[in-house]
Protein backbone atom coordinates (compact mmCIF):
# COMPACT_ATOMS: atom_id res chain seq x y z
CA UNK A 1 0.00 0.00 0.00
CA UNK A 2 2.05 3.57 -0.85
CA UNK A 3 1.59 5.63 1.76
CA UNK A 4 -0.59 8.86 1.25
CA UNK A 5 -0.61 12.09 2.01
CA UNK A 6 -3.80 12.93 4.69
CA UNK A 7 -4.92 16.18 6.08
CA UNK A 8 -7.45 15.65 9.17
CA UNK A 9 -9.01 18.82 9.98
CA UNK A 10 -10.21 18.97 13.78
CA UNK A 11 -8.51 17.24 16.72
CA UNK A 12 -11.36 16.06 18.68
CA UNK A 13 -11.28 12.57 19.85
CA UNK A 14 -12.12 11.66 16.57
CA UNK A 15 -10.20 13.36 14.60
CA UNK A 16 -7.38 12.66 16.99
CA UNK A 17 -7.58 9.00 16.52
CA UNK A 18 -8.07 9.15 13.49
CA UNK A 19 -4.82 10.89 12.14
CA UNK A 20 -2.76 9.19 14.78
CA UNK A 21 -4.01 5.61 13.77
CA UNK A 22 -3.43 6.29 10.10
CA UNK A 23 0.03 7.59 11.15
CA UNK A 24 0.31 4.18 12.66
CA UNK A 25 -0.70 2.46 9.27
CA UNK A 26 2.37 4.54 7.77
CA UNK A 27 0.78 7.21 5.71
CA UNK A 28 2.20 10.64 6.03
CA UNK A 29 -0.81 13.11 8.47
CA UNK A 30 -1.21 16.48 9.16
CA UNK A 31 -3.30 17.62 11.59
CA UNK A 32 -4.86 20.84 11.25
CA UNK A 33 -6.77 22.30 14.75
CA UNK A 34 -8.02 26.26 14.97
CA UNK A 35 -7.52 26.20 18.71
CA UNK A 36 -3.33 27.10 18.84
CA UNK A 37 -3.56 26.45 22.32
CA UNK A 38 -4.44 22.93 21.70
CA UNK A 39 -2.12 22.63 18.46
CA UNK A 40 0.78 23.64 21.21
CA UNK A 41 0.05 20.88 23.43
CA UNK A 42 -0.43 17.86 21.25
CA UNK A 43 3.28 19.10 18.98
CA UNK A 44 4.29 18.03 22.52
CA UNK A 45 2.23 15.04 22.50
CA UNK A 46 0.19 16.44 25.57
CA UNK A 47 -3.35 14.71 24.69
CA UNK A 48 -6.20 16.39 26.85
CA UNK A 49 -9.11 13.32 25.78
CA UNK A 50 -8.85 10.54 27.94
CA UNK A 51 -8.73 7.77 24.96
CA UNK A 52 -6.30 4.42 25.95
CA UNK A 53 -3.25 4.30 23.60
CA UNK A 54 -4.18 7.47 21.88
CA UNK A 55 -0.84 9.53 23.85
CA UNK A 56 1.54 6.79 22.95
CA UNK A 57 0.31 6.43 19.09
CA UNK A 58 0.74 10.67 19.37
CA UNK A 59 3.91 10.54 20.77
CA UNK A 60 4.84 7.56 18.27
CA UNK A 61 3.89 9.42 15.20
CA UNK A 62 5.58 12.87 16.12
CA UNK A 63 8.71 10.93 16.60
CA UNK A 64 8.21 9.00 13.11
CA UNK A 65 7.94 12.13 11.56
CA UNK A 66 4.53 10.95 9.97
CA UNK A 67 2.35 13.45 12.00
CA UNK A 68 2.13 16.82 12.26
CA UNK A 69 -0.08 19.39 14.21
CA UNK A 70 -0.68 22.68 12.48
CA UNK A 71 -3.32 25.10 13.10
CA UNK A 72 -3.96 26.16 9.71
CA UNK A 73 -6.49 23.52 7.94
CA UNK A 74 -6.00 25.56 4.16
CA UNK A 75 -2.12 24.97 4.53
CA UNK A 76 -2.55 21.18 5.76
CA UNK A 77 -4.97 20.47 2.90
CA UNK A 78 -3.03 22.23 0.12
CA UNK A 79 -0.27 19.10 -0.01
CA UNK A 80 -2.91 16.31 0.57
CA UNK A 81 -4.18 13.82 -1.61
CA UNK A 82 -7.02 13.05 1.08
CA UNK A 83 -8.90 15.38 3.38
CA UNK A 84 -10.68 13.96 6.14
CA UNK A 85 -13.11 16.42 8.05
CA UNK A 86 -13.56 15.52 11.65
CA UNK A 87 -15.43 18.34 12.39
CA UNK A 88 -18.31 19.04 15.59
CA UNK A 89 -21.66 18.56 14.26
CA UNK A 90 -23.76 19.37 17.65
CA UNK A 91 -27.08 19.54 17.95
CA UNK A 92 -28.45 22.61 16.56
CA UNK A 93 -31.82 24.34 17.34
CA UNK A 94 -34.74 21.87 16.49
CA UNK A 95 -32.68 18.83 16.47
CA UNK A 96 -30.94 18.75 13.83
CA UNK A 97 -27.13 18.54 13.16
CA UNK A 98 -25.38 22.14 13.47
CA UNK A 99 -22.76 21.70 10.01
CA UNK A 100 -21.44 24.98 10.81
CA UNK A 101 -17.93 24.05 11.61
CA UNK A 102 -18.19 21.22 8.25
CA UNK A 103 -19.56 24.80 6.56
CA UNK A 104 -17.19 26.98 7.46
CA UNK A 105 -13.93 24.34 6.90
CA UNK A 106 -15.08 23.77 3.54
CA UNK A 107 -14.97 27.68 2.93
CA UNK A 108 -11.53 27.95 4.32
CA UNK A 109 -10.36 25.14 1.98
CA UNK A 110 -11.85 25.25 -1.37
CA UNK A 111 -9.68 27.07 -3.37
CA UNK A 112 -6.59 25.43 -2.35
CA UNK A 113 -7.40 21.60 -2.60
CA UNK A 114 -5.09 19.69 -5.36
CA UNK A 115 -6.93 18.13 -7.97
CA UNK A 116 -8.36 14.76 -7.66
CA UNK A 117 -8.22 15.13 -3.88
CA UNK A 118 -10.37 13.00 -1.96
CA UNK A 119 -12.66 15.04 0.81
CA UNK A 120 -14.29 12.93 3.58
CA UNK A 121 -16.82 13.14 5.93
CA UNK A 122 -15.62 11.22 9.09
CA UNK A 123 -17.96 13.04 11.62
CA UNK A 124 -21.65 12.22 11.42
CA UNK A 125 -23.34 14.33 9.22
CA UNK A 126 -27.45 14.25 8.13
CA UNK A 127 -27.65 12.11 4.83
CA UNK A 128 -27.09 14.56 1.64
CA UNK A 129 -24.31 16.09 3.38
CA UNK A 130 -21.56 15.02 0.76
CA UNK A 131 -23.75 16.20 -1.76
CA UNK A 132 -24.19 19.82 0.17
CA UNK A 133 -20.12 19.92 0.87
CA UNK A 134 -19.57 19.23 -2.79
CA UNK A 135 -21.14 22.40 -3.76
CA UNK A 136 -19.64 24.43 -1.07
CA UNK A 137 -16.81 23.10 -2.41
CA UNK A 138 -17.36 24.38 -6.03
CA UNK A 139 -14.14 21.81 -7.71
CA UNK A 140 -15.58 19.44 -9.38
CA UNK A 141 -11.94 18.37 -9.80
CA UNK A 142 -11.99 16.83 -6.23
CA UNK A 143 -14.46 14.27 -4.78
CA UNK A 144 -16.26 14.28 -1.48
CA UNK A 145 -16.41 10.62 0.06
CA UNK A 146 -18.68 9.08 3.36
CA UNK A 147 -16.51 7.22 5.67
CA UNK A 148 -17.93 7.14 8.67
CA UNK A 149 -16.66 5.99 12.34
CA UNK A 150 -18.07 3.76 14.23
CA UNK A 151 -15.65 4.64 17.31
CA UNK A 152 -16.43 3.69 20.93
CA UNK A 153 -15.33 6.76 23.62
CA UNK A 154 -12.61 4.92 25.56
CA UNK A 155 -11.79 2.42 22.98
CA UNK A 156 -11.53 4.53 20.11
CA UNK A 157 -8.15 3.36 18.92
CA UNK A 158 -8.59 -0.28 19.50
CA UNK A 159 -11.98 -0.12 17.28
CA UNK A 160 -10.46 1.80 14.81
CA UNK A 161 -7.29 -0.55 14.38
CA UNK A 162 -10.02 -3.51 14.75
CA UNK A 163 -12.81 -2.04 12.94
CA UNK A 164 -16.09 -4.20 12.40
CA UNK A 165 -16.28 -2.84 8.97
CA UNK A 166 -15.28 -0.20 7.08
CA UNK A 167 -18.12 1.66 4.95
CA UNK A 168 -17.04 3.81 2.04
CA UNK A 169 -19.79 5.96 0.31
CA UNK A 170 -18.60 7.82 -3.04
CA UNK A 171 -20.69 8.42 -6.49
CA UNK A 172 -17.27 8.30 -7.91
CA UNK A 173 -16.09 4.48 -7.39
CA UNK A 174 -12.23 5.53 -7.74
CA UNK A 175 -12.34 7.93 -5.09
CA UNK A 176 -14.36 4.99 -2.77
CA UNK A 177 -11.33 2.72 -3.65
CA UNK A 178 -8.66 5.46 -2.90
CA UNK A 179 -10.30 6.08 0.77
CA UNK A 180 -10.54 2.32 1.64
CA UNK A 181 -7.36 1.75 -0.49
CA UNK A 182 -5.96 4.27 3.32
CA UNK A 183 -7.13 1.02 5.30
CA UNK A 184 -5.74 -1.60 3.55
CA UNK A 185 -3.35 -2.92 6.20
CA UNK A 186 -6.81 -3.52 8.27
CA UNK A 187 -8.15 -6.68 8.06
CA UNK A 188 -12.32 -5.67 7.84
CA UNK A 189 -15.28 -6.15 5.26
CA UNK A 190 -15.70 -3.21 3.41
CA UNK A 191 -18.76 -1.74 2.41
CA UNK A 192 -18.32 0.50 -0.76
CA UNK A 193 -21.53 2.44 -1.54
CA UNK A 194 -23.14 5.43 -2.79
CA UNK A 195 -22.17 8.70 -0.14
CA UNK A 196 -26.35 8.90 1.08
CA UNK A 197 -25.70 5.43 1.58
CA UNK A 198 -23.29 5.67 3.74
CA UNK A 199 -24.39 9.00 5.71
CA UNK A 200 -27.29 6.84 6.89
CA UNK A 201 -25.44 4.00 7.95
CA UNK A 202 -23.97 5.83 10.67
CA UNK A 203 -27.35 6.90 11.66
CA UNK A 204 -28.82 3.42 11.58
CA UNK A 205 -26.26 2.37 13.58
CA UNK A 206 -26.30 4.38 16.63
CA UNK A 207 -30.34 4.43 16.22
CA UNK A 208 -30.36 0.90 16.48
CA UNK A 209 -28.29 0.62 20.04
CA UNK A 210 -30.10 3.29 21.31
CA UNK A 211 -33.38 1.11 20.14
CA UNK A 212 -31.55 -2.02 21.81
CA UNK A 213 -30.73 -0.12 24.83
CA UNK A 214 -34.69 1.12 25.33
CA UNK A 215 -35.64 -2.72 24.58
CA UNK A 216 -33.07 -4.15 27.74
CA UNK A 217 -33.95 -1.11 29.73
CA UNK A 218 -37.82 -1.42 29.29
CA UNK A 219 -37.36 -5.07 29.28
CA UNK A 220 -35.73 -5.07 32.96
CA UNK A 221 -38.88 -3.13 34.22
CA UNK A 222 -41.10 -6.08 32.69
CA UNK A 223 -38.43 -8.60 34.87
CA UNK A 224 -39.27 -6.55 37.96
CA UNK A 225 -43.06 -6.56 37.37
CA UNK A 226 -43.10 -10.53 36.66
CA UNK A 227 -40.14 -11.60 39.19
CA UNK A 228 -38.00 -12.59 36.37
CA UNK A 229 -34.27 -11.73 36.04
CA UNK A 230 -33.01 -9.42 33.50
CA UNK A 231 -29.96 -10.70 33.50
CA UNK A 232 -31.00 -14.52 32.38
CA UNK A 233 -33.55 -13.12 30.03
CA UNK A 234 -30.73 -10.87 28.27
CA UNK A 235 -28.36 -14.10 27.80
CA UNK A 236 -30.98 -16.20 27.16
CA UNK A 237 -31.83 -13.93 24.16
CA UNK A 238 -28.47 -12.63 23.31
CA UNK A 239 -27.38 -16.12 22.34
CA UNK A 240 -29.36 -16.44 19.22
CA UNK A 241 -26.93 -15.01 16.38
CA UNK A 242 -29.83 -12.53 15.48
CA UNK A 243 -30.21 -11.08 18.21
CA UNK A 244 -26.86 -10.78 20.06
CA UNK A 245 -25.53 -10.56 23.33
CA UNK A 246 -24.12 -6.87 23.77
CA UNK A 247 -26.05 -4.00 24.52
CA UNK A 248 -28.45 -5.41 26.46
CA UNK A 249 -27.27 -4.61 30.23
CA UNK A 250 -29.41 -2.27 31.62
CA UNK A 251 -28.68 1.03 33.02
CA UNK A 252 -29.74 4.29 33.91
CA UNK A 253 -30.49 5.50 30.34
CA UNK A 254 -27.94 5.82 27.42
CA UNK A 255 -26.22 9.16 27.01
CA UNK A 256 -22.70 9.99 25.52
CA UNK A 257 -21.90 12.54 22.85
CA UNK A 258 -23.35 10.72 19.67
CA UNK A 259 -26.47 8.64 20.33
CA UNK A 260 -28.61 11.67 21.83
CA UNK A 261 -27.42 13.69 19.42
CA UNK A 262 -28.04 11.08 15.92
CA UNK A 263 -31.17 9.29 17.02
CA UNK A 264 -32.93 13.37 17.76
CA UNK A 265 -30.84 14.12 14.32
CA UNK A 266 -32.61 11.07 12.14
CA UNK A 267 -36.17 11.79 13.97
CA UNK A 268 -35.66 15.45 12.92
CA UNK A 269 -34.85 14.65 9.16
CA UNK A 270 -37.37 11.87 9.15
CA UNK A 271 -40.12 14.70 10.14
CA UNK A 272 -38.59 16.94 8.00
CA UNK A 273 -38.95 14.53 4.75
CA UNK A 274 -42.06 13.00 6.41
CA UNK A 275 -41.33 10.16 6.72
CA UNK A 276 -42.94 8.11 10.31
CA UNK A 277 -40.35 6.20 12.33
CA UNK A 278 -42.51 6.02 15.36
CA UNK A 279 -39.57 3.17 16.86
CA UNK A 280 -37.63 6.17 16.74
CA UNK A 281 -39.84 7.92 18.75
CA UNK A 282 -40.44 5.50 21.05
CA UNK A 283 -36.64 4.85 21.89
CA UNK A 284 -36.44 8.14 22.82
CA UNK A 285 -39.34 8.62 24.93
CA UNK A 286 -38.39 5.17 26.60
CA UNK A 287 -35.18 6.68 27.65
CA UNK A 288 -37.10 9.82 29.42
CA UNK A 289 -39.32 7.51 31.08
CA UNK A 290 -36.71 4.91 32.45
CA UNK A 291 -34.60 7.92 33.65
CA UNK A 292 -38.01 9.50 35.21
CA UNK A 293 -38.54 5.95 36.96
CA UNK A 294 -35.48 5.39 38.73
CA UNK A 295 -35.23 9.07 39.93
CA UNK A 296 -39.31 7.75 41.14
CA UNK A 297 -37.37 4.62 42.86
CA UNK A 298 -34.90 6.91 44.61
CA UNK A 299 -37.59 9.36 45.78
CA UNK A 300 -39.77 6.76 47.05
CA UNK A 301 -36.51 5.12 49.20
CA UNK A 302 -34.92 8.25 50.72
CA UNK A 303 -37.28 10.55 51.29
CA UNK A 304 -37.43 13.09 54.28
CA UNK A 305 -40.05 13.27 57.11
CA UNK A 306 -42.11 14.73 54.90
CA UNK A 307 -42.26 12.03 51.92
CA UNK A 308 -40.37 14.29 49.87
CA UNK A 309 -36.29 14.49 48.63
CA UNK A 310 -36.35 18.09 49.74
CA UNK A 311 -33.44 18.37 51.75
CA UNK A 312 -32.51 14.95 51.40
CA UNK A 313 -28.84 14.12 51.11
CA UNK A 314 -27.81 11.58 48.67
CA UNK A 315 -24.53 10.58 47.48
CA UNK A 316 -23.75 9.69 43.61
CA UNK A 317 -21.03 7.67 42.47
CA UNK A 318 -20.16 8.19 39.03
CA UNK A 319 -21.17 11.03 36.82
CA UNK A 320 -19.42 9.93 33.53
CA UNK A 321 -21.66 8.96 30.75
CA UNK A 322 -20.12 5.30 30.52
CA UNK A 323 -16.63 4.05 32.39
CA UNK A 324 -13.15 4.84 30.87
CA UNK A 325 -13.97 8.57 30.03
CA UNK A 326 -14.84 11.75 31.37
CA UNK A 327 -16.90 13.28 28.73
CA UNK A 328 -20.07 14.27 30.75
CA UNK A 329 -21.66 14.94 27.13
CA UNK A 330 -25.45 14.27 27.63
CA UNK A 331 -24.34 11.96 30.82
CA UNK A 332 -27.20 9.67 31.99
CA UNK A 333 -25.92 10.50 35.53
CA UNK A 334 -26.17 14.22 35.34
CA UNK A 335 -29.80 13.54 33.62
CA UNK A 336 -30.82 11.82 37.01
CA UNK A 337 -28.90 14.12 38.82
CA UNK A 338 -30.64 16.92 37.62
CA UNK A 339 -33.90 15.85 38.53
CA UNK A 340 -33.25 14.61 41.75
CA UNK A 341 -31.86 18.08 42.50
CA UNK A 342 -35.39 19.40 40.84
CA UNK A 343 -36.77 17.10 43.59
CA UNK A 344 -34.81 19.27 46.06
CA UNK A 345 -31.90 16.50 46.99
CA UNK A 346 -29.11 18.06 47.95
CA UNK A 347 -26.15 15.77 45.70
CA UNK A 348 -22.56 14.81 46.68
CA UNK A 349 -21.48 12.83 43.84
CA UNK A 350 -17.96 11.56 43.44
CA UNK A 351 -16.40 10.27 39.88
CA UNK A 352 -12.61 8.74 39.43
CA UNK A 353 -12.56 10.96 36.01
CA UNK A 354 -13.09 14.13 37.30
CA UNK A 355 -10.65 13.90 40.33
CA UNK A 356 -8.42 16.33 37.92
CA UNK A 357 -10.56 17.88 35.74
CA UNK A 358 -13.25 19.04 38.47
CA UNK A 359 -15.84 20.77 35.92
CA UNK A 360 -17.89 23.16 37.57
CA UNK A 361 -20.88 21.72 38.31
CA UNK A 362 -21.81 23.81 41.31
CA UNK A 363 -25.21 24.95 40.46
CA UNK A 364 -26.12 20.82 40.36
CA UNK A 365 -24.08 19.13 43.44
CA UNK A 366 -21.00 19.19 45.07
CA UNK A 367 -17.91 17.24 43.87
CA UNK A 368 -15.68 15.66 46.35
CA UNK A 369 -12.65 13.42 46.11
CA UNK A 370 -13.92 10.07 47.58
CA UNK A 371 -16.25 8.05 48.03
CA UNK A 372 -16.79 8.17 51.42
CA UNK A 373 -17.27 11.93 51.68
CA UNK A 374 -19.76 11.18 48.93
CA UNK A 375 -21.81 9.06 51.17
CA UNK A 376 -21.21 11.14 54.54
CA UNK A 377 -24.66 11.46 56.41
CA UNK A 378 -26.52 10.51 53.12
CA UNK A 379 -29.86 9.06 52.83
CA UNK A 380 -29.01 6.77 49.84
CA UNK A 381 -26.12 6.05 47.49
CA UNK A 382 -27.15 5.63 43.77
CA UNK A 383 -24.25 4.36 41.56
CA UNK A 384 -24.76 6.29 37.92
CA UNK A 385 -21.33 5.26 36.04
CA UNK A 386 -19.68 1.45 36.12
CA UNK A 387 -16.42 2.64 36.77
CA UNK A 388 -14.90 -1.17 37.88
CA UNK A 389 -13.07 0.58 40.83
CA UNK A 390 -16.18 1.10 42.48
CA UNK A 391 -16.39 -2.75 42.86
CA UNK A 392 -13.53 -3.10 45.31
CA UNK A 393 -14.46 0.16 47.46
CA UNK A 394 -14.46 0.23 51.24
CA UNK A 395 -18.20 -0.57 51.38
CA UNK A 396 -17.83 -0.82 55.43
CA UNK A 397 -16.89 2.79 55.36
CA UNK A 398 -19.61 3.58 52.97
CA UNK A 399 -22.00 2.12 55.28
CA UNK A 400 -20.25 4.11 58.12
CA UNK A 401 -21.19 7.11 56.75
CA UNK A 402 -24.33 6.85 55.09
CA UNK A 403 -27.59 7.39 57.23
CA UNK A 404 -29.52 4.89 55.26
CA UNK A 405 -28.22 1.91 54.32
CA UNK A 406 -29.16 1.71 50.79
CA UNK A 407 -26.98 1.06 47.35
CA UNK A 408 -29.00 1.75 43.88
CA UNK A 409 -26.69 0.13 41.82
CA UNK A 410 -27.95 1.59 38.59
CA UNK A 411 -25.57 0.06 36.13
CA UNK A 412 -26.30 -3.73 37.78
CA UNK A 413 -22.83 -4.55 37.97
CA UNK A 414 -21.66 -4.60 42.48
CA UNK A 415 -21.20 -7.68 43.99
CA UNK A 416 -24.52 -7.81 46.06
CA UNK A 417 -22.65 -9.89 48.48
CA UNK A 418 -19.99 -7.87 49.07
CA UNK A 419 -22.24 -4.82 49.98
CA UNK A 420 -24.53 -7.47 52.17
CA UNK A 421 -21.36 -8.51 53.97
CA UNK A 422 -21.15 -4.44 54.92
CA UNK A 423 -24.62 -3.86 56.09
CA UNK A 424 -25.80 -1.97 52.97
CA UNK A 425 -29.21 -3.28 50.86
CA UNK A 426 -28.67 -3.41 47.38
CA UNK A 427 -31.29 -2.50 44.80
CA UNK A 428 -30.41 -3.13 40.78
CA UNK A 429 -32.46 -2.74 38.01
CA UNK A 430 -34.44 -5.74 36.87
CA UNK A 431 -33.38 -8.17 39.20
CA UNK A 432 -33.41 -8.83 43.14
CA UNK A 433 -31.37 -9.90 45.48
CA UNK A 434 -32.13 -13.90 45.52
CA UNK A 435 -31.53 -13.61 41.75
CA UNK A 436 -27.91 -12.61 42.06
CA UNK A 437 -25.96 -15.48 43.98
C1 LIG B 1 -21.38 5.23 20.34
C2 LIG B 1 -21.39 3.96 19.48
O1 LIG B 1 -21.35 2.79 20.33
C3 LIG B 1 -20.19 3.92 18.54
O2 LIG B 1 -20.29 2.79 17.70
C4 LIG B 1 -20.24 5.21 17.70
O3 LIG B 1 -19.15 5.26 16.79
C5 LIG B 1 -20.16 6.40 18.61
O4 LIG B 1 -21.30 6.38 19.49
C6 LIG B 1 -20.19 7.65 17.75
O5 LIG B 1 -21.21 7.88 17.09
O6 LIG B 1 -19.15 8.30 17.61
P1 LIG B 1 -20.10 5.99 22.56
O7 LIG B 1 -20.85 7.28 22.45
O8 LIG B 1 -18.65 6.03 22.85
O9 LIG B 1 -20.23 5.15 21.18
O10 LIG B 1 -20.83 5.18 23.69
P2 LIG B 1 -21.37 3.69 23.87
O11 LIG B 1 -20.31 2.80 24.32
O12 LIG B 1 -22.14 3.30 22.67
O13 LIG B 1 -22.40 3.91 25.07
C7 LIG B 1 -23.56 4.75 24.87
C8 LIG B 1 -24.42 4.75 26.11
O14 LIG B 1 -25.08 3.49 26.26
C9 LIG B 1 -23.66 4.98 27.41
O15 LIG B 1 -24.41 5.82 28.24
C10 LIG B 1 -23.52 3.56 27.98
O16 LIG B 1 -23.33 3.52 29.34
C11 LIG B 1 -24.85 2.97 27.57
N1 LIG B 1 -24.85 1.48 27.51
C12 LIG B 1 -24.09 0.83 26.60
C13 LIG B 1 -25.69 0.77 28.36
O17 LIG B 1 -26.42 1.37 29.18
N2 LIG B 1 -25.73 -0.59 28.27
C14 LIG B 1 -24.96 -1.28 27.37
O18 LIG B 1 -25.07 -2.54 27.32
C15 LIG B 1 -24.11 -0.55 26.51
Known amino acids: MPARHIAVIGTGYVGLTTGA ?12 DADPHKVGRLRQAQVDILEPGLPELVAEGLDSGRLSFVQDSAGAAADADTVFLCLPTPMGAGGAADLAAVESVA ?13 VNKSTVPVGTAERVAELLGRPDTTVVSNPEFLREGRAVHDFLHPDRIVVGADAPDAAEHVAGLYAA ?9 TASAELTKYAANFFLAMKLSFA ?3 ATVCERFDADIAAVTVGIGHDPRIGGAFLQPGPGWGGSCLPKDTHALLTVCEQAGVEFPLLRATIETNVEHQRQLVERVAAGCAGPDGSLRGVRLALLGLAFKAGTSDLRDSPALAIARQLRERGAELYAYD ?8 D ?15 AGAAGCVVLTEWPQFHDLDWN ?18 DPGRLAEAGLAWQGIGRTLSMTG
Open 21 to 32: CLASLGHHVVCA
Open 352 to 359: PALSDTRP
Open 217 to 219: NNL
Open 186 to 194: LEAPVVLTD
Open 361 to 375: LSDLLTLVDDPAQAA
Open 397 to 414: AIARQLHRPIVYDFRNFL
Open 107 to 119: AEIRSVLPEGCAV
